[in-house]
C-alpha cells in the first residue's frame, strides 16, 4: 500500500456489503482476512471519490451509506466507509472474496479491529433499519426505492432514465445524486440538519421565482428531497470571460428586487435573518466571542487584537448598521455562499444553486460576496470591477438614488465580512469551535478592522 501524504489524500477502510448487508468483500492475504484500505484525495466529495476509486480498482459499481472514525484503526488518520455494491451477481476481483458476514471469526482475521468495525457497522446498519437511528438513507436498499421513485416522476413527465446514476456526496439524512435521462439529466437531493431548511426555501423560490433556479419537478417530504431538472449552462470559473460576470451580477441583483414582500416568509422557513435590525442584536455577543479567541491565540503572528481594539471595532460597526437601517435600504433575498460553483450562467439565464445558505438582509452583501471570488481568480483589476458593478447596479437604480447606491458599496465591505462572521452558526457555542474555525473568524474580524481603517483613512481626506 502507497504511503501517500495525508495533506492531500484520504485513506479509507472500505466495508463494501452485497445482499442487504448478508456479505462483505475482503482482501484474502496468507496472514488472514483484512478489510480493503484505498486513498482518495483529500478535500473532495468523499462519496464521488471513494466510489470512483472503487470502480477503478476493482470495477465494482457501488454507492455511499455513510462514514465514520474507526475505533481501532489501522492507521490513526483511517476512515471507515460503508458501501453497497449496486450488482450483487459480481464476482469478486481478484485476491478479494465475499463473504457471509454470519461466518466471520476473530481467529481468521489478521488484524482483529477489522472485525469489531464490521460488527459496528452492522450494528449501526441494523438501527438504520429499524428507524432507531434518523435518516432513510443509512439503509441498504435505499438507492433502488430512491430510483424507482425517480422513474416514477420521470415516466410522469416523459422522460426515461438510461440507467446511469452517479453520486457525489452521501451521508444517513443527505444525498446528491444525478440521473441521466433520453434527454435532458435529473438531479436528486435530500437535505438534513443543519441544513434541513434547504428544502423549504428551494421548494418556495423555485415556485415564485423559477427564472433563476433549476426547475424541480417533484418532492418527497419524507425524504426532505427534491427532483430537479439540470439546467444548461456552464459554472463561472477563471476562464469565464467578463461577460458572463456581468449577467451574472444583473441576474443577481433582478432576483433581489423580485423577492421584495417575501423576507418574513423566507425568514419563517428558514432563511437567516441578516437584517440591520437581528445584526445588531449580535454585535456584543460576537465581540464577546472573539475576544476570548482572541486570548486563545496561541501564536504571536498576526498579533492578536486587544480588546480595546475589538471595542472601537463593535462600535464602527454598531453605528454602520443604526445608518443602515435609517436609510431604509430594503432587506431582500440573499446568498452566503455565493460562490461560482453554486451559479450556473447562460446566455438565456443564470441560475442560482444550493439555498442551505439563503439569507434575507442587505441587498449587496451578496454582490461583496460574489466579488471576493472574482478577485480570488483575477486580482483587483478596476476596470472589469467597474464593469461588474455597473451590471449589478443598473437594476438597483430603479429602486435606489445613485448616492444611495454609493454610500452603501461604500461600507458594503465592513457590514458584508461582519454578517458572513456572524452567520456563521459556530461562534454561538464557544466550547465547540475548533481550531481552524477559530483561526477563521480571527481572520474574518482582522478584515473587519482593516475595512474600518481603510474607511478612517477616507473620512480623513474628505475633511477639508
Known amino acids: 500500500m502507497s504511503t501517500t501524504s ?67 484503526p489501522p492507521h490513526p488518520f483511517v476512515h471507515d466507509y460503508v458501501v453497497e455494491a449496486c450488482r450483487p451477481d459480481k464476482i469478486s476481483p481478484a485476491g478479494m472474496q465475499w463473504l457471509c458476514v454470519s461466518t466471520l471469526s476473530i481467529g481468521a482475521f489478521q488484524t482483529p479491529s477489522d472485525l469489531a468495525a464490521i460488527q459496528n457497522s452492522l450494528l449501526r446498519l441494523g438501527q438504520y433499519r429499524r428507524d432507531e437511528l434518523p435518516g432513510p438513507f443509512g439503509k441498504p436498499g435505499w438507492l433502488r426505492t430512491v430510483t424507482e421513485w425517480v422513474g416514477a416522476q420521470a415516466a410522469a413527465a416523459g422522460l426515461d432514465p438510461t440507467g446511469t446514476v452517479r453520486q457525489f456526496n452521501a451521508s444517513p439524512t443527505f444525498s446528491l445524486l444525478r440521473f441521466e435521462t433520453n434527454s435532458r439529466a435529473l438531479w436528486f437531493k435530500a437535505v438534513g440538519e443543519p441544513n434541513a431548511q434547504e428544502f423549504e426555501i428551494t421548494l418556495h423560490l423555485a415556485h415564485f421565482l423559477p427564472r433563476y433556479l433549476p426547475h424541480v419537478m417533484a418532492a418527497n417530504r419524507e425524504w426532505n428531497a427534491w427532483l430537479s431538472v439540470e439546467s444548461e449552462g456552464q459554472h463561472l470559473r477563471a476562464q469565464s470571460p467578463i461577460g458572463d460576470w456581468q449577467r451574472v451580477a444583473a441576474a443577481l441583483a433582478e432576483l433581489q428586487i423580485s423577492s421584495f ?66 436609510n431604509e435600504i430594503p432587506n431582500v433575498l440573499g446568498h452566503l455562499d455565493c460562490n461560482p460553483g453554486n451559479i450556473l450562467v447562460s446566455r438565456e439565464r443564470c441560475v442560482f444553486l444550493d439555498w442551505a445558505e439563503g439569507f434575507i438582509g442587505h441587498p449587496f452583501f451578496t454582490f461583496q460576496y460574489l466579488v471576493e471570488h472574482w478577485r480570488r481568480f483575477y486580482g483587483r483589476n478596476g476596470t472589469s470591477e467597474k464593469a461588474i458593478l455597473s451590471a449589478y447596479a443598473t437594476p438597483w437604480e430603479s429602486v435606489l438614488s445613485a448616492d444611495d447606491i454609493a454610500r452603501e458599496l461604500q461600507i458594503l465591505p465592513l457590514l458584508a465580512a461582519f454578517a458572513y462572521a456572524a452567520g456563521n452558526q459556530a461562534w454561538r457555542r464557544p466550547e465547540c469551535i475548533r481550531p481552524e474555525t477559530a483561526g477563521y473568524l480571527r481572520s474574518l474580524v482582522r478584515r473587519m478592522k482593516r475595512e474600518t481603517d481603510a474607511l478612517r483613512e477616507q473620512r480623513l481626506v474628505c475633511v477639508p
Open 261 to 326: 414582500g417575501r423576507g418574513l416568509h423566507l425568514i419563517e422557513i428558514g432563511c437567516r435573518d441578516l437584517r440591520a435590525c437581528s445584526l445588531r442584536a449580535q454585535v456584543d455577543p460576537f465581540f464577546d466571542c472573539i475576544a476570548e479567541l482572541m486570548g486563545g491565540q496561541t501564536t504571536a503572528i498576526p498579533p492578536p487584537l486587544t480588546r480595546a481594539d475589538l471595542a472601537a471595532l463593535a462600535g464602527e460597526i454598531r453605528t454602520a448598521l443604526e445608518n443602515q437601517n435609517e
Open 6 to 72: 495525508q495533506s492531500t489524500h484520504d485513506l479509507f477502510r472500505i466495508l463494501l456489503y452485497r445482499n442487504d448487508a448478508a456479505e462483505i468483500l475482503l482482501e484474502t492475504t496468507p496472514e488472514g482476512l483484512r478489510l480493503p484500505i484505498l486513498s482518495v484525495p483529500a478535500h473532495a466529495r468523499e462519496a464521488e471519490e471513494v466510489t470512483g476509486a472503487i470502480r477503478t480498482s476493482w470495477n465494482l459499481e457501488t454507492y455511499g451509506l455513510f462514514r465514520s472514525s474507526a475505533a481501532v
